[in-house]
């Protein structure tokens, strides 16, 4: 550990037992558990007419925004990048499906960021956040990482999608479950030995089996920045008071909050983060994705905000903002890297037209395992506290959605308190929150 520099100063790593390797080996595994969104986002936001060189860029700088804003003003190992499940609404639902123009669906995007940001600095997130229940705190801690394991099982192909039971076995004598097979249990071993950056030396250990194998296929070094012209400052900001405009406003904000909260709330408690229930800098850590979001639409990209792979990084050690800094600077590299990147985390072919990702998938089964332990402190004894805490872990993973396991959770803690004359016990904005969920489902679908 270097002594007394400056990194350990600012960053405090000393009292935070860790040092400036085990930052940096941090983020490097955060960033290659969540590489492939380089790759999928410009898919995506192709779909809607979008230059996919473009929105490549601007996904790097966005996510570098993002990142080093966490890193240095909140001080969180938490990285930012443009979401999953956004990002199809964006395209798919916004502008294929309701046949809104890109650059007006970018406008509402900013606008959204704007308001994420009136709601910061209100405290409005804060104060949501401090009124969760702890049950549900450690509840969405587990259940996103049930997520993040499935997530991880079908990236390795061990588990596949099935029509009529939804998921089932997956080929386990295919070669590139075989490989994630390999990585999981080389990565096991060693977190088993307590090897320091087991995670980022099974990574690169099953990379380089995957190359000897002929599954990695070496794409390069080196490549010019797409240009960023086709989608900077492109937002369409006429006619926007309209009841479309609000609406397709609210949901980005809805999917977002709740999102961002699952997040916040799961990799504090695996990283030990939380104080007495609360989290520190809260304000701080909220308004770095507002301001990232802000920033991702006038670069060309969708909601940009708090990704969960952040767990993997915090799984290798990560404690400080020295890790969410150290993803940004490889999102900025990834800029002139793309296809050295693109031959590590790239997809591997598993059968036609499906692809896993057997370089990082084993990753996140094993942080999931890791994070299931917030499950020790939920009241099992009490139904109350209990039955929402198991709805919430249980409804991450099954609706593939954070934000409708939330919803379950909040849902049925107050009615569950209620019913057993205990009303009082939750807090009066978790009341609303139910409300408004349940209008949510009701209306919206």
Wanted: hydrophobic share 55%; charged share 10%; aromatic share 10%.
């Amino acid at each position: 550990m270097l002594k007394n520099g400056f990194l350990d100063r600012f960053f405090d790593l000393p009292a935070r037992k860790t040092d400036v390797r085990t930052e940096l080996a941090a983020g490097l595994t955060t960033f290659l558990t969540m590489a492939y969104i380089l790759f999928v986002q410009p898919q995506v936001l192709g779909a809607a007419g979008m230059d996919q060189g473009a929105v490549f860029t601007a996904t790097c700088i966005s996510s570098a925004v993002g990142c080093i804003l966490m890193g240095l003003y909140a001080d969180y190992p938490i990285a930012q990048a443009p979401l999953m499940g956004e990002n199809f609404f964006f395209a798919y639902t916004v502008v294929l499906g309701m046949g809104v123009a890109w650059p007006k669906a970018l406008a509402l995007v900013f606008i959204s960021g704007l308001a994420f940001l009136a709601l910061t600095l209100t405290r409005v997130r804060e104060t949501l956040i401090h009124s969760v229940p702890p049950s549900l705190k450690f509840a969405i801690a587990a259940g996103i990482g049930l997520f993040v394991a499935l997530i991880g099982m079908k990236d390795a192909g061990l588990v596949v999608t099935n029509a009529p039971t939804l998921v089932k076995l997956g080929p386990l004598t295919a070669p590139p479950v075989l490989l994630a097979l390999a990585g999981f249990g080389l990565t096991a071993g060693l977190m088993a030995r307590k090897t320091p950056g087991a995670i980022l030396i099974g990574m690169l250990a099953t990379a380089g089996l995957g190359a000897a194998w002929g599954l990695i296929h070496f794409a390069g070094i080196f490549s010019a920045p797409p240009s960023l012209a086709p989608t900077f400052l492109k937002l369409d900001l006429r006619d926007l008071l309209s009841w479309d405009s609000l609406a397709i406003v609210l949901i980005f904000l809805f999917m977002t909050i709740f999102d961002t909260l699952g997040t916040l709330v799961g990799v504090s408690v695996q990283a030990g983060l939380m104080k007495d229930g609360k989290l520190p800098r809260a304000p701080k850590a909220l308004l770095c994705d507002a301001v990232a979001t802000t920033v991702g639409s006038c670069l060309g990209t969708s909601t940009v905000s708090s990704y969960i792979e952040s767990a993997t990084g915090v799984a290798a050690g990560g404690r400080t903002g020295l890790t969410a800094v150290t993803v940004g600077a490889l999102f900025l590299l990834s800029l002139f890297f793309a296809p050295l990147v693109q031959s590590v985390s790239g997809a591997v072919a598993l059968s036609p037209g499906v692809f896993i990702h057997p370089v990082t998938a084993p990753a996140l089964i094993l942080v999931g395992s890791l994070m299931m332990g917030a499950v020790r402190e939920i009241a099992w004894e009490d139904i109350t506290e209990a039955l929402p805490a198991f709805l919430t872990i249980a409804a991450i993973p099954f609706t593939f959605n954070i934000a409708d396991g939330i919803a379950a959770g909040f849902i049925s803690y107050p009615l569950l308190k209620a019913c057993a004359g205990r009303g009082k016990e939750a807090p009066p904005l978790l009341w609303l929150l139910a409300v408004i969920f349940l209008l949510r489902y009701a209306f919206l679908g």
